[in-house]
């Protein structure tokens, strides 16, 4: 994932450019860009190419936004920013429908109030959405300050750039003021109003992305890239110097939960675009592997149908066989059952019985027996021998399964084989 900070300020445009990875943001590349010398219009479409898949922040100049200090018992952001716009009703230059509010908890357990017409944001934003470069954040860099700091240093300590000023307590936000666009010694008068407001006495003074010139006198102490602030520009001092305020809005944006003015009426919907455009696609994919789940199941269906269909036939064609006198069955399957069942009974009616017996008497000299029919207690039938031989064996054998065994009408046929009639007795049960 690349994170794009494009940073507005009054005198220049700077754009830095970088990547995710398991330790935090990697620096990947960046410009300053005067706007006395190029337009955004001609700065952006060099940009465009290869950062329209990025996930983009605005950072707009603090002038840009309101700032009031404000009374609220919450240590919720979130609830904080919600009730604003009520809690500032009548006391701002613009109708509170028209202004996105945001909210940062302040040190000393009040909050700081940040307010901006939505008509005064959304030209920045189209500028950039024009180029395909539509930001997800719009913010201010000095929000984000608390980023730069590192773990060990004086208490209070305050950041300045050349367009505003915030003091930390204990890492946290104290008090926070954007300079008027001109006058001198501007960061003296804020730090003395920061002293008769706050009662507090700032013990180190930094400045953020460089040298500042024209303030006054002031003891600025080198502001030290430590940490992940360090590692993100591969411990260059010049690097993390000069492009110290974009980081600290991607990383505070990759900390979650930035301050971000694109809300309301300006709120972001490429994520919820793409999100829809995704989702048509899902559902298009859902519906086309359902109608491919049923017409396979339908095809399955169909073909049990058929295989039921042509065994019913099978099933019709061997009880005709078998019960030709039969003209309207009622259930083939069932009748056929009950038959079967009947023939294989242990009785003189079960002529399953019978019928092994006959199979075993008949050993390999016979070649089949045919008509055979079985009448209470005698079975009768017709036979065909490879010999004569033949005959006599199957009479001998047949007398240990029968009572008796009587063979006749004993012929040669053409083949040279020999025909035969017999007729058996069928032993009881038990005997």
Known sequence: MFITVIQITTTEAIIARFSKSRSGLEFSEGARHLLADSSLAEILPSWSAKCSSDRVILSLPPSIFSMREVDLPLSDRKKAREILAMELKGETAVESDELIFEAILLADGRCQALWSSASRLAPSIAML???????????????????????????????????ALVIYKEGKPLYLRAF??????????????????????VEQLSAVGGELSGEGEHDFTPLLA?????????????????LATPYAVAAAFLAGDPVNFRRSSLVFTRNRTELQKRLKLTGVLVAIALVLLFAEAFLRYYLVKKDLASLDISIRKIYNQAFPKR????????????????????????????????????????????EIDIDGVQITGKGIARSVQGVNDFKAKGATFFSTVEVNE??????????????AGIKEVGK
């Open 129 to 163: 959405a024009q180029y395909g470069l539509d930001p997800e954040v719009v913010t201010s860099s000095l929000f984000c300050w608390n980023q730069l700091l590192p773990k060990e240093m004086p208490d209070p300590v305050a950041l300045a750039d050349s367009e």
């Open 226 to 242: 430590e940490g992940e602030y360090a590692a993100a520009f591969n411990a260059d001092p010049v690097a993390a110097r000069d």
């Open 327 to 370: 003209t309207k069955p009622v259930d083939e399957v069932a009748e056929l059952r009950a038959e079967i069942r009947r023939m294989g009974a242990a009785s003189p009616d079960g002529i399953l019985i019978p019928l092994k017996k006959l199979a075993e008497a008949k050993g390999e000299e016979l070649n089949e027996l045919y």
């Open 180 to 201: 008027p666009e001109s006058g001198e010694n501007r960061i003296s008068a804020t730090l003395v109003a920061a002293e008769l407001s706050k009662g507090i006495s």
């Open 410 to 423: 004993i012929k040669s046929r053409p083949d040279g084989s020999t025909g035969f009639s017999f007729r």
